[in-house]
């Protein structure tokens, strides 16, 4: 017969008790509830979800540049009127309704295209300017800008192409912002042209503003007919800096114009004696 101990012992070790026990240590109050609630996760920071909407952005602002190359690409090859979202979903490698999440429509991502086309071959202009010679003359720097010009818009930049060649067939309310810039990129070279009359450089008959605009519009032309089949960049960069020299450049003591003040640039033709 089994005692009261033994009855005891045998229903603290049976199903029954084994199931509450289970329920009674998982209580807060139970004798191990201090030891399940181990604060190993309150004490580790939440550094990820602090760094996951940065890498986001990241993403996010590399998706948009890629859209915006792509359209670039596709802009100064198409035209305006041949551009295509398809077309640039194409060239990006995304999904064409996904442009939406970064620009509203079509427009938009054709006007910051545009935009961003004058805004950095301005800034190039700038750059190349700035690292000129101290002692550089007024046409010297008309032939670096020549230069700059014709290179970041036939080399370097799609967005710079696209930009002259479309921002005559866009709308007006596309056309606003680069409009403003253009008009910037405009000052660069009024100074050079002014700089060069200051300097008594400048052909006396020319009227500056009509010169300028018939340079510029000669430099952008280039985009229309330039491409390497025709023959090297090298090549229609050294023929528009002679052609702009001798057309701006005073004549000096009745020689040809152009002829006294035309100074190679010495890393491209070393002085002969």
């Known amino acids: 017969m089994v005692g009261p101990r033994g009855g005891h012992q045998a229903a603290r070790t049976g199903p029954e008790h084994r199931k509450h026990e289970r329920a009674r240590r998982g209580r807060p109050g139970g004798p191990r509830a ?20 940065e890498n986001a952005v990241s993403k996010s602002a590399r998706t948009r540049e890629r859209i915006l190359d792509a359209a670039a690409h596709v802009l100064s090859r198409k035209g305006y009127a041949g551009t ?115 300097a008594g450089l400048l052909r006396p008959d020319l009227e500056p503003m009509a010169a300028r605009m018939m340079v510029l519009g000669a430099l952008n032309w280039a985009a229309e007919w330039w491409n390497p089949r025709r023959g090297s960049l090298d090549t229609v960069v050294r023929t528009a800096q002679s052609l702009v020299r001798h057309g701006l450049a005073d004549q000096h003591e009745g020689g040809d114009a152009g002829t006294a003040v035309r100074k190679p640039r010495p890393r491209k033709r070393p002085t002969s004696s």
């Not at 201090?34 to 309150?42: E, F, N, Q, T």
């Not at 999440?101 to 750059?127: C, K, N, Q």
Request: hydrophobic share 40%; proline share 6%; charged share 25%.
């Open 84 to 198: 295509r979202l398809s077309d640039v979903a194409d060239q990006a490698e995304i999904q064409a309704p996904a442009i939406y999440y970064y620009f509203p429509s079509r427009e938009d991502l054709i006007e910051e295209v545009i935009w961003t086309g004058i805004a950095r071959i301005r800034e190039h202009m700038t750059r190349v300017l700035a690292a000129m010679p101290s002692g550089a003359d007024a046409l010297d720097r008309i032939d670096a800008a020549v230069e700059a010009h014709l290179r970041y818009c036939l080399e370097i930049s799609d967005y710079t192409t696209a930009s002259i060649r479309n921002a005559g067939q866009v709308p007006e309310n596309i056309a606003i912002r680069y409009a403003a810039e253009a008009s910037q990129y405009g000052d660069m070279w009024r100074k050079l042209l002014q700089d060069a009359e200051n």
């Open 34 to 53: 201090g030891k399940s609630r181990a604060p190993i996760i309150r004490l580790v920071p939440r550094k990820p979800e602090v760094a996951a909407p």
